[in-house]
């Protein structure tokens, strides 16, 4: 079973709203990760969060980690339709492996 | 630096054939992987290295073989190709499964 699970599964809203997509874990972590796929293209790293922190920015996005919970999310602020894709959350499990969920499809509408 | 690069970006095979997916990197990196994408099932781990010499399994293993003899490659090997393994496959590597992973741009391989 995966490790990290995201929701929702997909997300549809307009040009300049926010987004939030969130991901649940089942074990204890290291750090968390936050990739981007847009479509048919390799996936690409957003943002990694640490075990000891509860939020970090970078540009539009937001992360927040909450490990009493086992649960994080990303915010996309003031989206874009450049920022259609889809978003993906990860987390090594407890054998040392990094497990992707099975991700957030995000449309950003014009 | 090229970063991660896969060949070939298409291939089609008959069931039972064999080949290889190419994988390296130019990044020193020691953690290299494999993931295959398929609908509805983000990305699964088939198997990773955590360095030269070293492999070991991920979350579907079946079907596939892999080797790490360099630093650079890291081929995944499909020895009897069945309709299931139908799926985009992606590459990446990274300092550790810890750290950012770098993938590259993909393989998108059918079975018929």
């Known amino acids: 079973s995966q490790q990290g699970e995201e929701d929702p599964q997909a997300l549809s809203i307009q040009e300049g709203e926010n987004a939030t997509m969130n991901c649940s874990y089942k074990t204890s972590i290291n750090n968390l990760q936050w990739y981007r796929q847009n479509s048919g293209r390799g996936l690409v790293h957003l943002i990694l969060i640490r075990s000891n922190e509860r939020e970090k920015h970078s540009g539009r996005l937001r992360v927040t980690l909450d490990t009493s919970k086992k649960s994080s999310s990303l915010l996309i602020t003031a989206s874009r339709a450049a920022d259609t894709a889809s978003y993906f959350c990860a987390t090594e499990d407890q054998g040392g492996k990094l497990i992707f969920g099975q991700g957030t499809e995000l449309s950003v509408k014009p | 630096n090229a970063g991660v690069t896969q060949t070939p970006k298409f291939q089609v095979l008959k069931t039972g054939q064999s080949m290889t997916l190419q994988c390296a990197q130019d990044m020193n990196h020691e953690y290299m992987s494999w993931y295959r994408q398929d609908p509805g099932m983000g990305l699964r781990l088939i198997h990773y290295s955590v360095g030269a010499g070293i492999t070991d399994q991920g979350e579907v293993p079946n079907g596939y073989n892999v080797s790490r003899s360099t630093t650079e490659d890291f081929p995944l090997r499909l020895l009897s190709a069945a309709p299931s393994q139908t799926s985009v496959y992606f590459c990446?590597?990274?300092?550790?499964?810890?750290?950012?992973?770098?993938f590259g741009p993909g393989t998108r391989l059918t079975v018929t």
């Open positions: 990446a590597s990274s300092y550790g499964s810890w750290y950012e992973q770098y």
